[in-house]
């Protein structure tokens, strides 16, 4: 059951999605109602992913007649797309050495002949070349999958998909944009209300239209590296946004779209990750889960992770996948063992009519960051030139 109250009289409503064994955070749930008592908020609802972030929590969707930036964060267009792959075979060791490096960015003059830059249609959002066709770190990651169960063919067919195929799986953000936005506003009005909601509003849209553009050239550039043909998204829904809906403002962190979209909810790394077909109301403030969600802190997960795994453990998965990341304390962090359950998450969405699963996808080689003493990236070139966008 939701768990919903009303703290003061003045303070906006909370609902937790979760069910009574869920892992919901004392301190996650303490920000949901700090959330509830700022001027205009009308509802605050939290995901079964729901954890504790820096001054908002994650895995949140908040409505208000008021506008905060610092409740959609830094990281502005964050998101995940899903985009189907074409590959003769999958062997996770081959396909894992053949990543491009990710970390290292497209150059619109030195790259110019990139055949990742096809997928550009027009100017880059905000002019903001920094960055491009790069994952970040943190959570973010570009992963090759495999479709595994599919409970809705139907469904799963609009999309393209069926049991076996490969898709690519890209979770990114806006990179510096989105940090460089949320600065501007912080440096003059803290965790204030932004006093233009029209010009935040511009240069917000702006970094959601580069975190989708970033999602694209990165699975063009795995794609190019392994020999496929990229391909459009099937699905790609930003988590860290606001909109204006019903005369207020939504805003979600670490809350995906729900409003009768397709999203795909990521497990871990160890994990199936699930599509699900979203059907949240106004009591979830149209809203469902992201992921998995952290059950620990990073520095709790390097900790305990370092005492009980090794290092080679976490680069070979319990599916079978590969994990590329040659950062080891990042590796660490990022344990499955540091995130929840994603089957409690998901049955939290379908217990609570939010969700319908779809399929899962099943993790072959997830690409976090480079491995040390990578060769240098140099992808499959042909005859267009001058792709890139100055």
């Known amino acids: 059951m939701s768990q919903e109250s009303r703290p003061r009289s003045d303070a906006a409503t909370v609902t937790v999605f979760a069910s009574p064994t869920s892992w919901i955070e004392s301190d996650a749930v303490a920000q949901c109602h700090q959330v509830a008592a700022l001027d205009g908020m009308i509802h605050v609802a939290g995901m079964p992913d729901l954890h504790p ?206 409003d009768g979209r397709d999203v795909l909810i990521a497990g871990t790394r160890g994990t199936p990750s699930y599509l699900v077909a979203a059907h949240a109301g106004p009591d979830a403030n149209h809203s469902v889960a992201h992921g998995a969600g952290r059950k620990m802190s990073r520095a709790d997960a390097l900790r305990r992770g370092r005492a009980k795994h090794t290092v080679e453990e976490l680069r070979r998965t319990p599916v079978g996948s590969l994990v590329v990341c040659g950062d080891r304390q990042l590796l660490f962090e990022e344990a499955p063992t540091a995130y929840k359950r994603i089957e409690q998450v998901i049955g939290d969405l379908v217990d609570h009519g939010l969700a319908t699963p779809v399929a899962t996808t099943v993790p072959l080689v997830t690409y976090k960051t480079a491995e040390p003493g990578a060769a240098p990236y140099r992808d499959r070139r042909d005859h267009r030139r001058g792709r890139g966008r100055r």
Not at 64 to 76: A, E, H, M, N, Q
Not at 219 to 247: F, Y
């Open 53 to 258: 972030g820096k001054g908002a929590p994650i895995g949140a969707a908040m409505t208000s007649t008021v506008l905060y930036p610092f409740l959609v964060g830094s990281d502005i267009g964050c998101g995940i797309a899903v985009f189907p792959l074409r590959l003769k075979r999958a062997v996770p060791e081959k396909l894992a050495a053949r990543f491009p490096d990710l970390d290292r960015a497209l150059d619109p003059e030195r790259d110019a002949d990139d055949p990742a830059w096809a997928v550009v249609e027009g100017d880059i959002p905000a002019g903001h070349v920094e960055g491009l066709g790069t994952v970040g770190r943190g959570n973010h990651f570009v992963e090759l999958a495999r479709i595994g169960t599919v409970f809705v063919p139907d469904h799963a067919g609009r999309l393209g998909l069926a049991a076996g195929d490969l898709v690519l799986v890209v979770h990114s953000g806006s990179r510096g944009l989105g940090e460089r936005i949320l600065r501007a506003h912080t440096e003059v009005h803290g965790a204030g209300p932004a006093p233009d909601p029209a010009t935040y509003l511009a240069m917000h849209d702006a970094a959601v239209r580069w975190g989708s553009l970033n999602r694209r050239l990165m699975a063009a550039r795995v794609a190019h590296a392994l020999g496929a043909e990229p391909t459009a998204p099937v699905v790609d829904q930003c988590h860290n946004l606001v909109e204006v809906r019903d005369g207020g403002y939504l805003h979600r962190k670490g809350a995906a779209p729900g």
